[in-house]
């Protein structure tokens, strides 16, 4: 799976795994599993993943 800076930029925040998953509104297993690279992120879950944390998807996602 590619690099994404979820994580990174989650912390940079000061926000949980778990808020940010209530506030991108997808699952936490998922969003764990989307941020430690074991699963891809959907277009939809990649766009609301890039507006809970105030950035753009290229920020989020820069590899691709």
């Given at each position: 799976?590619?690099?994404?800076?979820?994580?990174?930029?989650?912390?940079?925040?000061?926000?949980?795994?778990?808020?940010?998953?209530?506030?991108?509104?997808?699952?936490?297993?998922?969003?764990?599993?989307?941020?430690?690279g074991r699963i891809y992120a959907?277009?939809?879950?990649?766009?609301?993943l890039a507006k809970a944390?105030?950035?753009?998807?290229?920020?989020?996602?820069?590899?691709?």
């Amino acid at each position: 799976m590619k690099e994404n800076r979820i994580k990174e930029l989650r912390e940079e925040q000061g926000l949980s795994q778990s808020e940010l998953a209530r506030r991108a509104r997808i699952g936490s297993t998922n969003l764990n599993a989307i941020e430690h690279g074991r699963i891809y992120a959907w277009p939809k879950a990649r766009r609301s993943l890039a507006k809970a944390l105030k950035v753009t998807q290229k920020e989020l996602f820069p590899e691709e």
